[in-house]
């Protein structure tokens, strides 16, 4: 299957970490990506990791992949209010002919000053 | 730059009329997208085009009709929509519309149908 889920709500101090997590089910993923989408904005990509590393850092943004539990994760370090957005993961597949990514429902991240 | 651009940031027309949504990259893609998102929920696919050929359509009502004039262009013609099409319209670029590749979005297209 291709569900990728996520939790729906995070809620945080200013400066203090943020982990996300999201779950997906098909092993044959290839990449996965991270996005982040203010209001009425569309959509950045923040990062991404290749489905054979284990963790990615860039700057404040930590991504740690468990391909065993199929699980990753997205840490913010001293995370600021400026940060507060839905941030979607997301999954291309290798073995589809679908030329397209899957998202993950969002979690909203809300950063308290 | 990884920039794609998308106009108008905002649209609202009535169910008789016939609008498009333009969409340009100039980062040297092949492959473009239209994707729909509605209100708290994930974008989903409607159609891509690799090399300028629609290469997937997923199942989108013939109201929707997308053109590619040329690699950097991608539109989508509006014509006799919904109520319930009204939604923030993403278009994403990337290099040759291969699996695994990055896909960078524009800031959509809020379209609002009365």
């Known amino acids: 299957g291709e569900d990728v889920e996520q939790s729906l709500f995070l809620s945080v101090r200013e400066g203090d970490s943020s982990v996300i997590n999201c779950t997906y089910t098909?092993?044959?993923?290839?990449?996965l990506y991270w996005y982040k989408q203010e209001p009425g904005a569309g959509l950045q990509l923040l990062t991404y990791?290749?489905?054979?590393?284990d963790m990615k850092q860039d700057q404040r943004l930590t991504v740690l992949l468990n391909k065993k539990d199929k699980h990753l994760s997205l840490r913010i370090a001293d995370t600021q209010t400026g940060d507060s957005a839905i941030y979607f993961c997301?999954?291309?597949?290798?073995?589809?002919?679908?030329?397209?990514?899957?998202f993950g429902s969002g979690t909203r991240l809300q950063v308290q000053p | 730059d990884t920039e794609v651009t998308q106009t108008p940031k905002h649209l609202v027309m009535g169910m008789t009329n016939k609008k498009s949504l333009k969409c340009e990259q100039h980062?040297?893609?092949?492959?473009m997208y239209w994707y729909k998102q509605k209100a708290k929920k994930p974008p989903e696919l409607m159609f891509v085009y690799s090399y300028e050929k629609l290469s997937i359509n997923e199942s989108v009502p013939s109201r929707f009709s997308p053109e590619c004039p040329n690699s950097s262009l991608l539109n989508l013609h509006l014509h006799a929509l919904q109520p319930e099409d009204s939604a923030l319209y993403l278009c994403?670029?990337?290099?040759?519309?291969?699996?695994?590749?990055?896909?960078?979005f524009g800031p959509g297209t809020r379209l609002l149908v009365l």
């Open positions: 994403a670029s990337s290099q040759r519309g291969g699996n695994g590749e990055t896909q960078y």
């Open positions: 098909d092993s044959s993923s290839t990449y």
């Open positions: 997301a999954e291309s597949l290798m073995d589809t002919g679908r030329r397209a990514l899957t």
């Open positions: 980062m040297g893609h092949r492959a």
């Open positions: 990791i290749f489905s054979n590393m």
